[in-house]
């Protein structure tokens, strides 16, 4: 990796939510872009051309001198891809991949090599302050790990450490955090839609959730007929709910979990 910053010359390996993120990032910091592959032309050509890198759909044309290859594709195609991006690249180069349940042990035959997994939603489209993302590291030594934070810390100002495992771990806690909560929330829309109400009338109280466990422990800002151990409430719920069977039993297993926390919050 090139010691100064603006001479780190970058590839990005994918055109998705994570790598566009990352590109107007590095962009951001006045680090070069080099190159975008995708394996649509289309898709490697919009972004490249909003940081100003070429563009291919050929890993055999990947830069063959860039000093860091960052792999941000779907999860399963990441194993097969991070060795022809090895052949491909530079063999002093810094190999990354942005996934957070794949181990760094995909890189093989790299030599500097590791993980950089950003903890955020990302949507293209929608720009997102990447100071304000903790990017969790991983690296095949401590001196590529000491690299590897410097380069990071341009980007965020939460840099830090930790293994596969934990990784997993996180990966695991952000999907119950992020993505079940968003699937909830479609849910709600489509039962206010029965009626004719807005989603948009739900969202005053969805930032005050939030807004609240940036205070309270999850547990003690736990709020509704489970928590209150209304269970009349839960019955005429559970009966409206009828004519959809999943969301019925979705409600009845989130409710139960609701009421077998409500002894951790009383402790």
Not at 19 to 29: G, N, P
Not at 166 to 195: D, K, S, T, W
Request: charged share 15%.
């Amino acid at each position: 990796m090139a010691t100064g910053v603006s001479g780190t010359k970058v590839v990005l390996v994918g055109a998705g939510n994570v790598a566009t993120a990352l590109a107007l990032a590095l962009k951001a910091d006045g680090q070069q872009v080099v190159q975008v592959w995708s394996r649509t032309e289309p898709s490697a050509a919009a972004l490249a051309q909003q940081v100003g890198a070429a563009h291919t759909s050929s890993l055999s044309e990947l830069c063959p001198d860039a000093d860091v290859y960052v792999l941000s594709v779907a999860d399963a195609a990441v194993p097969a891809l991070a060795p022809q991006v090895v052949q491909a690249g530079n063999p002093d180069a810094l190999y990354l991949h942005t996934a957070g349940s794949l181990p760094m042990s995909v890189w093989q035959g790299a030599a500097h090599y590791g993980v950089m997994y950003p903890l955020q939603t990302f949507t293209k489209g929608r720009a997102v302050d990447m100071s304000a993302v903790p990017l969790f590291l991983e690296a095949d030594s401590p001196d590529t790990l000491s690299r590897l934070s410097a380069w990071a810390s341009r980007l965020s100002r939460q840099v830090m450490p930790l293994s596969s495992e934990g990784r997993r771990q996180l990966h695991l806690a952000a999907v119950f955090a992020c993505n079940f909560p968003n699937c909830l929330y479609r849910i709600a829309g489509e039962l206010l839609g029965e009626c004719g109400v807005p989603f948009e009338v739900l969202l005053p109280l969805m930032d005050e959730t939030v807004d609240k466990v940036h205070r309270l422990p999850p547990a003690l800002a736990q709020t509704g007929p489970a928590a209150r151990g209304d269970e009349e409430v839960m019955r005429r719920h559970r009966e409206m709910l009828a004519g959809h069977p999943g969301w019925q039993r979705l409600y009845g297993l989130l409710s139960r979990e609701i009421q077998s926390g409500r002894g951790e919050a009383e402790k």
